[in-house]
């Protein structure tokens, strides 16, 4: 296995994720846990240092392990990498001097080819990507320019015959277009064969998985999305009865979606599940509240207050099973502490693990998404699962702005459903992050066959999108638009007018509330 050294940079996860791309498997650990004893523990068949938004320069800053340069594996340094290597082999960094560089940059060729530079400089040049502020002034002996760049006259350099290396760039970002290439290169010299997959990472989260819990018992909030699910079916593989998994339906979800979470996992995966129909509760205490934040925060208690009650019920639980997800774990570590402005109360089961004095089980926070959906498929999950749009926890209230009752709960069900099915029919799920049906706040007049009609209006949504952080709508053609209209107005009772919502986020957001 490999060992990735964290300096902190925003996109360590990233070079975790080509390795993996690689068949190779790779950890993360933060340069502050790793010393001299946990290097020898671990045993290393090479070392990335990653990137990491310190100086070198600045006293008592970040280093690598000293037994890391007699141990003897290759060691790719990347950017604050690169320079602490230098730093600590007799090298010289400094700060300043106009000599940052940040963006795209083209390094050139200087003295023979390195062999992790296979495959590079076909026109005599290759693109990188640059994010520094500081610069190597001096390298370290031993080691020799392998390329150049305008601002970094020691864009590459490597020591040979200690299998050193050392580049200034980020090749793990997209902006290096070869970068792949030479993570490949290096993990080739290193004597990695290629061989871990997904069946492998799934082996050995179970392994973690056990090693973490033992003989105690683990409570999972299952919602049907991917995360939670691929979550709960590792760790029942896992731990099998230790795990009880409890699904709260609140009144608030799309057609026939509890019957067909709770049937599959009962019957294909065999989970013990329970399934906690709570719809007079939700939508009694929803009753009259018009009130985006109200609705949320009304939703999002009474979560806890079902969830705690079933917990309860099987006796209590040392640990809370979620599917957290590697772009959670970044996001909530460079927003945390900031002054941000809370535009929706995101509803999730957060506040939980301290009230009932639980522990985390978090078997999915090294993945991405489509990490998550291939493991998904390793673990059996039918692809329609998998695939399926986001949906958010406050269900159905957040698309029914306004009051929310069950005429109008039961109106948005069959609109989306038909939108949906239209959807799949045209062959454009896939191409769409979420797609989804709103019934909107008025009654319009129109006409049906002879007589007038005062009915509800539909409006429809849909995004694409890679992070949900930002979003366009989808450009359907006006055939198909016309088309769902007519649907939707013929099939569903109690609609007359369908809108089609053209925001982007921002200014829209993806929900309505
Ligand atoms: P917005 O509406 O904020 O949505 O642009 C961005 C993405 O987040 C989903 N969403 C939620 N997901 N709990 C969730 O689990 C929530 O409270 C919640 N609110 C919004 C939304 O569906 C979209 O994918």
Redesign the pocket.
């Known amino acids: 296995r490999l060992l990735i050294i964290d300096f902190g940079s925003q996109v360590t996860q990233l070079i975790a994720r080509r390795l993996r791309e690689l068949n190779v498997y790779c950890e993360i650990h933060p340069y502050n846990r790793v010393d001299d004893g946990f290097l020898r523990d671990f045993a290393p068949k090479a070392v990335i240092l990653s990137g990491g938004p310190d100086s070198v320069t600045r006293p008592g800053s970040p280093r690598a392990p000293e037994a890391l340069w007699t141990f003897g594996v290759p060691v790719l340094g990347i950017c604050y990498g690169q320079q602490t290597m230098m730093t600590q082999l007799g090298g010289l960094v400094e700060s300043g001097h106009g000599t940052a560089e940040f963006g795209r940059a083209y390094v050139t060729p200087a003295n023979d080819m390195l062999p992790i530079l296979d495959g590079w400089f076909a026109d005599g040049r290759e693109q990188v990507w640059m994010s520094h502020g500081d610069h190597v002034s001096k390298i370290a002996p031993g080691f020799t320019v392998y390329g150049t760049s305008p601002n970094a006259p020691f864009a590459i350099t490597a020591d040979v015959s200690r299998n050193f290396y050392a580049v200034q760039f980020h090749p793990e970002v997209h902006h290096t277009p070869k970068g792949a290439k030479l993570y490949e290169n290096f993990v080739r010299l290193a004597g990695f064969t290629g061989d871990w997959t997904m069946a492998s990472y799934r082996e050995d989260a179970i392994a973690r998985i056990r090693a973490q819990v033992g003989d105690r018992k683990v409570i999972c909030a299952l919602?049907g999305?991917v995360d939670s699910s691929v979550a709960a079916i590792l760790i029942h593989e896992a731990i099998g009865e230790q795990l009880t998994c409890v699904f709260v339906d609140h009144g608030l979800l799309r057609l026939n979606e509890a019957e067909e979470v709770v049937t599959m996992f009962r019957e294909a995966y065999n989970l013990p599940l329970i399934h906690a129909n709570e719809s007079d509760l939700f939508l009694g205490a929803l009753e009259g509240v018009s009130d985006p934040e109200v609705k949320?925060k009304t939703i999002g208690r009474l979560f806890i207050e079902v969830f705690d009650k079933h917990a309860k019920d099987i006796g209590g639980a040392d640990f809370l099973a979620q599917g957290t997800l590697y772009p959670d774990v970044i996001e909530s570590v460079s927003f945390s502490g900031g002054p941000s402005v809370t535009?929706?109360?995101?509803?999730?089961v957060g506040g939980l693990p301290e009230k009932m004095g639980m522990k985390l089980v978090e078997p999915l926070r090294e993945l991405f998404k489509d990490e998550v959906r291939a493991l998904g498929r390793e673990l059996g999950l039918p692809e329609k699962f998998i695939r399926r749009h986001?949906?958010?926890?406050?269900g159905l209230a957040?698309r029914c702005p306004g009051e929310i009752t069950r005429e109008k709960l039961d109106i948005l069900r069959r609109a989306d459903a038909v939108y949906i099915d239209q959807i799949r029919k045209h062959g454009l799920y896939d191409e769409i992050?979420?797609a989804f049906a709103a019934i909107l706040p008025m009654r319009t007049v129109g006409v049906m066959g002879d007589g007038r009609t005062y009915d509800f209006a539909v409006g429809l949504r849909a995004v694409t999108?890679v992070d949900?952080?930002t979003?366009d709508y989808y450009p359907f053609t006006h055939e198909f638009l016309g088309e769902t209209a007519t649907r939707i107005i013929n099939e569903v009772k109690g609609v007359n007018r369908v809108f089609y919502d053209v925001t982007s986020?921002p200014p829209?957001?993806?929900?309505l509330e």
Do not use: L, Y
């Open positions: 919602s999305g949320r535009i929706k109360s995101h509803h999730n986001p949906f958010p926890g406050p957040i992050w979420q999108s949900g952080m979003a986020k829209g957001t993806i929900e």
